[in-house]
């Protein structure tokens, strides 16, 4: 009690206290964090700043949305709105230095390509057009509609100007009649020659060796192919937290007490509840005792566990399987009822014509031409089953063409109903014609397969509170003797495996086999993360992964690591080159081969365009010097591909001259079509941009 009293009487002096280290708390958090530089920006591109706060809306937007129907982390949304805004800052510069400037009836091109416009009731004519009109008068009815739909307008208007940009592109690609001559030379144009090889095989790897001291200064060389962001690698342990074997017999057991019955005292007095096998209705049974739901489905026998499909799919009606693992559950099944034809298989060939549903057509037809060609097929495959797959492949509008049309197991409903209808009442092995909304279908019926229903209880084996509490201790145990301790010593001592380190960019999110773990890779990348230093995550349904901070790659040329893979085996045949070379002596192609062992060959008639040498390979460098040199003389060791030449010209076949050069001219302008997808690139790495994102993400 005296002390007690000791307390109240100084608590206004105990919370001056708290009070005073509450504050000192914020004023360093402030000199720490608050009156660094951080940035309100979350990046810059050439100068302009990207505000955070709009930055961030269009992420939250993005992530509550999603793309494609797919859901996005914060971090892919980020990522993505980076690299939109990044471009759209690099391509708009363009357009300023361009005067590329749009109108209103660009703009409403590009709104009127899309569908939810374009094609929307709301917005369309008495003749089914869009209607300008309407779509304004709409936005001035709805000003809050209006106010949404800014950010839209704008995009639409970079689109506008970057097919206005484009399209200059394109036009400046142009390509000469010239060129399609020069085209035609390098194809056509023949040079036969004599040459020795020593291919670079014939050399041991083990003769020569590569240091990464050789492989830094090939990079150095080619500094612009291996240029590399900053990179982080984490090494790390993970101690799941999963059931132990008492976990799991305890839940077999709890499981098992259900097949019995069991009595409890409710509302004073002794309750009996009955067994799975008695339940008088076991959907309740099933909400009452079950982590899943209760499932009606018929399913076929492939669709069962396969380690017990065989005794589920024989269960009598009434009986019970189990206790048996399925996944992470133990589970019991009654059977419920059984199904005959309950699933089938079918192939199909799709004859569509135009104004069905159906996208991309392989061809254009009327109706009464697809009806006359799909009547045509159906003879063909009556009068021969065998070739329906071939008929299929060649004919079909369906992307099942690819599989002979073969459309795999469906149950009833799942196809539009006069297809539905034919393969349902239908047996196997009947073939005929169905008209649909995509088209005329010719079907052949393959398979049926039974289908039974079950009632399966699933209680999920989880770990248990005692097992949680172990897997907690002896992460944070091991998270304390690793710090600043060999980590891969302590994982061994401890009979913990050390996973191979994670190399991840500032903006990753995803760890390994722990999946995405943004936290961790944000804590690698923070100031007070040195290499070396250990920390602990706790991940939901997962466990504890201790990560340690292993290295540091700045940016600039990729490490040794990742270039070795590319850069070693060009090294070697250097090396090996050399030593080749060294022995490459003689006045004639025969002393040449003699000294190397090996014979003279010929390469008839090669081109520039077609530099393949027989057995070898392609050898654009050898061709090269082989129409380049003069006649009947003996060139130089020459590094190809796949070996050392020396290679003696025999003749040159000039092509004749043609009036007109127009389909190699065609060839060039499809290949300068794709300059437009290289603008973007290009830009990127001429730009100086800067990223914070990692300050807010």
């Not at 002390?3 to 100084?10: A, D, E, S, T």
């Not at 709409?138 to 208007?157: G, I, L, M, V």
């Not at 739901?293 to 399913?299: A, L, N």
């Not at 190399?503 to 890779?521: C, L, P, T, V, Y």
């Amino acid at each position: 009690m005296a002390v007690l009293q000791k307390i109240r009487k100084r608590s206004g002096l105990l919370l001056l206290a708290i009070g005073f280290a509450l504050l000192a708390f914020v004023v360093q958090d402030l000199f720490t964090k608050g009156f660094k530089s951080q940035s309100h920006d979350v990046g810059s591109i050439n100068g302009k700043d990207i505000a955070f706060e709009d930055f961030r809306i269009k992420v939250a937007n993005l992530e509550k949305n999603g793309q494609n129907g797919q859901q996005v982390s914060q971090t892919q949304a980020a990522n993505q709105v980076w690299d939109q805004d990044v471009a759209i800052a690099l391509i708009s510069d363009q357009f300023e230095k361009a005067g590329i400037r749009t109108s209103e009836k660009n703009i409403v091109e590009i709104f009127k390509k899309d569908p939810n416009i374009g094609q929307n009731p709301m917005f369309l004519n008495e003749l089914g057009k869009f209607d300008l009109a309407k779509f304004k008068e709409y936005f001035k009815s709805n000003p809050e509609q209006a106010t949404a739909f800014q950010d839209r307008e704008k995009d639409a208007e970079v689109n506008s100007k970057y097919q206005i940009y484009s399209t200059i592109i394109k036009a400046g690609m142009y390509v000469t009649k010239a060129d399609g001559k020069f085209k035609y030379e390098l194809e056509s144009n023949k040079v036969n020659f004599d040459y020795v090889s020593v291919l670079y095989s014939t050399v041991k790897d083990s003769d020569v060796k590569v240091t990464d001291a050789d492989i830094v200064d090939y990079m150095k060389k080619n500094e612009k192919k291996f240029k590399s962001e900053e990179t982080r690698e984490i090494e790390y342990v993970l101690i799941e937290d999963k059931p132990s074997v008492s976990d799991e017999q305890e839940m077999k057991a709890k499981i098992n007490a259900l097949l019995t019955g069991s009595i409890i005292f409710k509302d004073g007095k002794n309750d009996t509840l009955p067994s799975f096998k008695n339940a008088t209705n076991v959907v309740d049974f099933i909400a009452e005792n079950s982590d899943k739901p209760y499932d009606s489905t018929y399913v076929s026998k492939q669709e069962l566990p396969a380690e017990h499909a065989d005794k589920l799919f024989a269960l009598p009606a009434g009986e019970i399987y189990g206790p048996y693992i399925n996944g992470n559950y133990y589970c019991l099944s009654k059977a419920m009822g059984r199904k005959a034809g309950a699933k089938a298989k079918a192939s199909h060939i799709l004859i569509s014509w135009e104004g069905t549903k159906l996208p991309n057509k392989k061809e254009k037809r009327t109706k009464e031409e697809a009806k006359a060609k799909a009547e045509m097929l159906l003879a063909q495959v009556q009068a021969n089953p065998g070739n329906f797959m071939m008929l299929a492949l060649t004919n079909s509008d369906d992307s099942s063409a690819q599989q002979g049309g073969d459309l795999g197991y469906f149950a009833p409903g799942q196809m539009v109903k006069p297809f539905n209808d034919f393969v349902f009442n239908n047996p196997v092995g009947k073939v005929g014609l169905v008209e649909t909304e995509f088209g005329y279908h010719i079907i052949n019926v393959t398979d049926k397969q039974d289908a039974i229903r079950l009632a399966t209880v699933a209680q999920k084996i989880e770990p248990s509170e005692a097992t949680t509490n172990d897997s907690y201790t002896k992460a944070t145990k091991f998270e304390m003797d690793a710090n600043g301790k060999d980590f891969a010593a302590v994982a061994k001592a401890a009979k913990l495996t050390v996973n191979p380190a994670v190399k991840a960019k500032a903006m990753d999110e995803a760890f390994g086999s722990a999946g995405n773990q943004r936290q961790i890779i944000k804590w690698a990348y923070t100031k007070d993360t040195n290499i070396g230093d250990v920390k602990r995550f706790e991940i939901v349904n997962v466990g504890n992964i201790i990560a340690r901070l292993k290295k540091v790659n700045e940016k600039g040329l990729m490490t040794v690591e990742d270039a070795k893979p590319m850069v070693e085996t060009i090294i070697k045949n250097q090396k090996k080159a050399e030593k080749i070379i060294a022995k490459m002596k003689g006045t004639s192609l025969e002393a040449i081969a003699k000294a190397n062992a090996t014979t003279v060959q010929n390469a008839p008639a090669a081109s520039v365009d077609n530099a393949v040498l027989a057995n070898v390979g392609i050898e654009a460098k050898v061709v090269g010097v082989a129409f380049g040199s003069a006649a009947n003389k003996v060139s130089a060791p020459i590094e190809g591909n796949s070996g050392v030449y020396v290679i003696k010209t025999k003749s040159l076949a000039n092509a004749p001259k043609l009036p007109k050069y127009d389909d190699f001219v065609n060839k060039l302008k499809a290949n300068s079509a794709q300059a437009a997808g290289r603008i973007f690139p290009a830009l990127k790495n001429d730009a100086k941009i800067e990223d914070n994102r990692l300050e807010f993400y």
